[in-house]
Each structure stands twice: as structure tokens, then as C-alpha cells.
């Protein structure tokens, strides 16, 4: 581990794209593509459909219903229904996070051969609970990230739309579905980071090296790596973040506008 620790300290975004290319080919960079399109597809629609699920539910308390024009209240709203709904979407999905993180872990040396190839490997190996290896580490990230995400999204888009109300709003979804992907991503990476270390122990026979828990796993990272291995790969992460997020939030407003442009059919009146 160690080693793997000196490694990191001597990588960059173009050393390792080269090393990739070199080590495993260019399709290399699309692997375990497949297991995460499988994992994104449910994890959007449960996020989504459960943040409004969750507003509703809030809406009804007595006090938050007639809050529309108080601003800190409703940001309190959407940032609560925010991390509902990361809670639910992460729970329900976290198999597939598994096994999509070891899938694209996987170097010269193929263990897992594919997404139920893995999660029967998994299964036996490691037990029904290794599915869910590192999920604390996972919900004590998505929780705040989806919170932080929709909230910084609604916000930014409420206000923009208030001020300039003629601008486009596909374009707005993007820009402001970025920015909420900036805000969320520098707020929760070291505990992204964490999550996708603890899911990686017991891969293909690897010895476990974080044993004390979520907090103990913290204070190995900035023992070895010091304080800035914590934010190690927050580069990337941004040059991802920025285009996927606003994309969805962008995706997710183009369909919900389309959806309500279609006439309800005589059966569902």
C-alpha cells in the first residue's frame, strides 16, 4: 500500500493517461463503461424522482408549506430533500458502485469478468455484506454531495430565472447544474476518495489496510500522504464533474419540459 502511495505522489493527469494507453490499450479508459451506465441509470432516476417525492413530504409539515418566499427556509428545504435523496439513490444502486469501482480498478491481471461475474465473486468471497463494503464512507459523502448539489443547482437557477428571464433555459441548467457539480465535488472529495479506497479492499485477494473505521482511514490517508492526499485527483474530478453534472441537470429539465408538454391521455383524466 505504501507503494502505491509513492506512486500517487509521483502521478499526473497526463503520466497516468500515457500509462494507461501504454499498460492496457486506449479502451482502456471506457472500462467498466457498461457496469457504469447500469449503475447511473438507476441512481438518477431514484435521486430525482425521490428529491420531489421528498419536497412534497416537507412541504406538507406545518410552517414549510407557505415558505416559497422566505430564501433560507427554502434552501434548508432542498438542501434536507437533497440528501434524502442521495441516501435513498445510494443505498438502493451500491452494489453496482461496488462492483463498477473494481471493474475499472482492474489493470493487467482480469479477476472480475464482468458485472455478474463480480457480484457472484463478491458474494462468495467476501459474503452478502461485501456488496455493501464501504458503504458508510459512501452515504457520509453522497448524503452532503446530492444535498449540496441540488441545492446550489435550485438556487443558482431560481435566482438566474428571476433576473434574466428570457435566457435559455437549457443553457442555464448547464451552467448552473456545473457550478452545483463544483460546489458538491470540493465539499465531499475526500470522502469520495475515501469510499473508492475501501472499496477496493479484498479486490482480487488484496489485504485489508483500513481496519479502525471511516475516521481511522482519515487519519491513515494524512499520516501517509499528509493532508493534501485527501484532495489527490480533485483535478480530474472537476474535468468529469463540470460537463456530467451539468449535462444531467441539463437532461433532466429538457425531459421534464417535454413530458409536461404532452397531452394526458383520455384514460388518466
Same mark, same amino acid.
Given at each position: 500500500?505504501?507503494?502505491?502511495?509513492?506512486?500517487?505522489?509521483?502521478?499526473?493527469?497526463?503520466?497516468?493517461?500515457?500509462?494507461?494507453?501504454?499498460?492496457?490499450?486506449?479502451?482502456?479508459?471506457?472500462?467498466?463503461?457498461?457496469?457504469?451506465?447500469?449503475?447511473?441509470?438507476?441512481?438518477?432516476?431514484?435521486?430525482?424522482?425521490?428529491?420531489?417525492?421528498?419536497?412534497?413530504?416537507?412541504?406538507?409539515?406545518?410552517?414549510?408549506?407557505?415558505?416559497?418566499?422566505?430564501?433560507?427556509?427554502?434552501?434548508?428545504?432542498?438542501?434536507?430533500?437533497?440528501?434524502?435523496?442521495?441516501?435513498?439513490?445510494?443505498?438502493?444502486?451500491?452494489?453496482?458502485?461496488?462492483?463498477?469501482?473494481?471493474?475499472?480498478?482492474?489493470?493487467?491481471?482480469?479477476?472480475?469478468? &464482468?458485472?455478474?461475474?463480480?457480484?457472484?465473486?463478491?458474494?462468495?468471497?467476501?459474503?452478502?455484506?461485501?456488496?455493501?463494503?464501504?458503504?458508510?464512507?459512501?452515504?457520509?459523502?453522497?448524503?452532503?454531495?446530492?444535498?449540496?448539489?441540488?441545492?446550489?443547482?435550485?438556487?443558482?437557477?431560481?435566482?438566474?430565472?428571476?433576473?434574466?428571464?428570457?435566457?435559455?433555459?437549457?443553457?442555464?441548467?448547464?451552467?448552473?447544474?456545473?457550478?452545483?457539480?463544483?460546489?458538491?465535488?470540493?465539499?465531499?472529495?475526500?470522502?469520495?476518495?475515501?469510499?473508492?479506497?475501501?472499496?477496493?479492499?479484498?479486490?482480487? &485477494?488484496?489485504?485489508?489496510?483500513?481496519?479502525?473505521?471511516?475516521?481511522?482511514?482519515?487519519?491513515?490517508?494524512?499520516?501517509?500522504?499528509?493532508?493534501?492526499?485527501?484532495?489527490?485527483?480533485?483535478?480530474?474530478?472537476?474535468?468529469?464533474?463540470?460537463?456530467?453534472?451539468?449535462?444531467?441537470?441539463?437532461?433532466?429539465?429538457?425531459?421534464?419540459?417535454?413530458?409536461?408538454?404532452?397531452?394526458?391521455?383520455?384514460?388518466?383524466?
Amino acid at each position: 500500500m505504501h507503494s502505491d502511495v509513492a506512486t500517487l505522489r509521483r502521478a499526473s493527469i497526463w503520466h497516468e493517461a500515457s500509462r494507461i494507453v501504454g499498460e492496457e490499450g486506449f479502451r482502456a479508459f471506457w472500462k467498466g463503461n457498461l457496469v457504469t451506465i447500469a449503475h447511473r441509470l438507476p441512481y438518477s432516476s431514484v435521486s430525482f424522482y425521490a428529491y420531489e417525492r421528498y419536497k412534497n413530504l416537507v412541504q406538507l409539515i406545518p410552517g414549510l408549506e407557505s415558505q416559497s418566499e422566505n430564501v433560507s427556509a427554502d434552501l434548508l428545504v432542498r438542501f434536507m430533500c437533497g440528501g434524502l435523496a442521495g441516501i435513498t439513490a445510494a443505498t438502493v444502486t451500491y452494489p453496482l458502485d461496488l462492483v463498477r469501482t473494481r471493474l475499472a480498478a482492474q489493470t493487467n491481471v482480469t479477476y472480475y469478468r &464482468g458485472i455478474w461475474h463480480a457480484l457472484r465473486t463478491i458474494s462468495r468471497e467476501e459474503g452478502l455484506l461485501g456488496l455493501y463494503k464501504g458503504l458508510g464512507a459512501t452515504l457520509l459523502g453522497v448524503g452532503p454531495s446530492i444535498a449540496i448539489s441540488f441545492s446550489v443547482y435550485e438556487t443558482l437557477r431560481s435566482s438566474w430565472q428571476l433576473q434574466r428571464p428570457d435566457h435559455s433555459t437549457v443553457l442555464v441548467s448547464l451552467a448552473c447544474g456545473s457550478l452545483s457539480g463544483i460546489a458538491s465535488s470540493t465539499a465531499t472529495f475526500p470522502i469520495d476518495l475515501l469510499r473508492r479506497r475501501m472499496q477496493l479492499e479484498g479486490a482480487a &485477494g488484496r489485504a485489508r489496510v483500513y481496519k479502525t473505521g471511516v475516521f481511522g482511514a482519515f487519519k491513515h490517508i494524512i499520516r501517509t500522504e499528509g493532508v493534501r492526499g485527501l484532495y489527490r485527483g480533485i483535478l480530474p474530478e472537476y474535468y468529469k464533474v463540470v460537463p456530467s453534472v451539468g449535462i444531467v441537470f441539463m437532461t433532466y429539465e429538457t425531459m421534464k419540459k417535454v413530458l409536461s408538454d404532452i397531452p394526458a391521455s383520455d384514460n388518466y383524466k
